[in-house]
DNA sequence: CTATTTACGTCAACTATATTGACATAAATC
DNA sequence: GATTTATGTCAATATAGTTGACGTAAATAG
């Protein structure tokens, strides 16, 4: 891949967007929203592709993933949190679970406070696993923070925290305040 | 919702990065690229639950959006080409396109100068819903683009286009060149 | 003009991820 | 003691994807 390429590619609807953005008529156009659509699906694609290779070794899913991360981000997570995170049936929940917990990536422990409660922990080969996954997919962030001029950089994070429904921020927000960084001491 | 709690809460990592951006040490650490990634996670959920509401009112799942989304942006694109786009097998595109083609919102014309190719046109009732589709994540996008500093704007463009894969961006540079604006006259 | 390749369709079996609905159990709470 | 809560589980079903094998018509190469 050419050096110079890459970068004249880096400008889809952000050439007009500058244009716009120093003259002061800084518009959304419906013609921009829709290419953000777009933008959005492939980024996405690619984003979520770099993991499933890693955890196709495994023979473990997309849905091992969520589970696994979230456990490995905040460790002693309970089933009713998880759910409210991931937004499926806790029978959905319950297959992949099981899987992981068989498979020795996380365990289960009974609440202490409340002993019907299971608070899930990853395992050290549970949280290898993970920091694995988040190193695949921090790299990509990573670098596309380093291709990004560094005013754009806090953008990023802002745009994305905009995007979720106004009535989950509170809760996302929670989350990443009690979320621990990933790749601690295992 | 609290207005002022809304604008509060737009600032995850942000704070932070602002201030390192301000300090001139604009450096992006894996603490930030974690929660980069959960923030896209985030992001994505919400971004495709809008449109699965209106699907489910016409028996479509979020396969029939994509195709028909593509087919509305690039009227005449080949089974092929669809396939490039989406990757996925043509026999997985088949089920969902044959639904489409039955309930008639696409249609397909044989290939003018290669009569094995189909090509694959909205028809006003596919243009129709996929206009209503993109109006709900068009809205989405115009107020979050709304909500966020001007300055701030262009640079959600430029992320999302570095999210993708080096080795993809022609091709999808090549798709936003050729694409309609959707909505055009039915 | 025959041979091969290409663009596409299709049958079948299978996997992964989700759903709804019903029922079970143990611990907490009223 | 009755009820609610946190979780597990069985069963049936839907959606979206996969691999593999085979078919067919049209374009193209020899």
Redesign the pocket.
């Known amino acids: 891949m050419n050096e110079l390429l890459t970068r004249k590619l880096v400008e889809p609807g952000a050439v007009a967007a500058w244009r716009r953005a120093a003259a002061e008529t800084a518009a959304t156009s419906d013609a921009d929203a829709l290419e953000l659509v777009e933008l959005f699906f492939f980024a996405y694609r690619d984003f979520v592709g770099d993991a499933d290779r890693l955890?196709g070794n495994f023979?473990?899913?997309?849905?091992?993933?969520?589970v696994l991360h979230f456990v490995n981000r905040r460790p002693g997570l309970?089933?009713?949190?998880l759910?409210d995170i991931?937004?499926?049936?806790?029978?959905?929940?319950?297959?992949?679970?099981?899987?992981l917990l068989e498979a020795g990536f996380v365990e289960?422990r009974?609440?202490v406070?409340?002993?019907?409660?299971?608070?899930l922990y990853p395992t050290p080969q549970g949280t290898k696993l993970a920091r694995d996954l988040a190193a695949l997919q921090s790299a990509r962030f990573l670098k596309v923070m380093d291709e990004l001029p560094p005013a754009a950089r806090g953008a990023a994070s802002q745009f994305l925290f905009a995007m979720i429904d106004p009535d989950e921020r509170a809760r996302v927000r929670a989350h990443l305040a009690c979320a621990k960084t990933a790749g601690e001491a295992p």
Do not use: P
């Not at 023979?59 to 969520?66: E, K, N, T, Y």
């Not at 991931?86 to 899987?99: A, D, E, G, P």
């Open positions: 955890l023979g473990f899913g997309r849905a091992h993933h969520r309970t089933i009713a949190a759910l991931l937004r499926i049936t806790k029978q959905s929940l319950n297959r992949v679970l099981k899987q289960a009974a609440g406070v409340d002993r019907r409660q299971r608070l």
